[in-house]
T-cell receptor
């Protein structure tokens, strides 16, 4: 089955730690995105990538980093510089601009 | 900069009644517009999109949306609501005239359908 896989589903982080959220797609899509969703709120764009080895900051990139070494993978690192990382993180991909985005099932990150 | 507004945090309707979830947008170029639905602790599922052509687009689960260029709106509608339609709905826009590929979402509207 083609799709987007995010792992882990739940992640706990101690204060001061970096953690990496995985996002893998086998849809052969060029563009990939990371969004943050806070309770009862909308999606805010963290980073996006249109091609391998290239990515752009979204609206809330501070405290996050990404890489795009392979077309199918777009991992997100939540660094210790992100002061309020507890949220639901969603990864998405899309083949072209005029097509819909496909979403993973999300990773819920909690700081303990 | 592109943006999307969903003016209602929550919409309440009775089962069997028509429903409307509102969305307005702002982009520099041609708008590519999308509606998604989200169930608790899940990713977003695509419902429908407007790229070009007829202003009334039909999508999954009996939903439809009307593109209105003069009002910069893309409201989601359904003639007869079901309790199972209760979920969080997101409108999104991409600037079709922009070489970039950024997809911007509205804040979401929670739809509650009561039996």
């Amino acid at each position: 089955d083609g799709g987007i896989t995010q792992s882990p589903k739940y992640l706990f982080r101690k204060e001061g730690q970096n953690v990496t959220l995985s996002c893998e797609q086998n849809l052969n899509h060029d563009a990939m995105y990371w969004y943050r969703q806070d309770p009862g709120q909308g999606l805010r764009l963290i980073y996006y990538s249109q091609i391998v080895n290239d990515f752009q900051k979204g609206d809330i990139a501070e405290g996050y980093s990404v890489s795009r070494e392979k077309k199918e993978s777009f991992p997100l690192t939540v660094t210790s510089a992100q002061k309020n990382p507890t949220a639901f993180y969603l990864c998405a991909s899309t083949p072209y601009m005029n097509t819909e985005a496909f979403f993973g099932q999300g990773t819920r990150l909690t700081v303990v | 900069a592109q943006s999307v507004a969903q003016p209602e945090d929550q919409v309440n309707v009775a089962e069997g009644n028509p429903l409307t979830v509102k969305c307005t947008y702002s982009v520099s170029g041609n708008p590519y517009l999308f509606w998604y639905v989200q169930y608790p602790n899940r990713g977003l599922q695509f419902l429908l999109k407007y790229i070009t052509g007829d202003n009334l687009v039909k999508g999954s689960y009996g939903f439809e949306a009307e593109f209105n260029k003069s009002q910069t709106s893309f409201h989601l509608k359904k003639p007869s609501a079901l309790v199972s339609d209760s979920a969080l709905y997101f409108c999104a826009v991409r600037d079709g005239g922009n070489a970039g590929n950024m997809l911007t979402f509205g804040g979401g509207t929670r739809l509650m359908v009561k039996p």
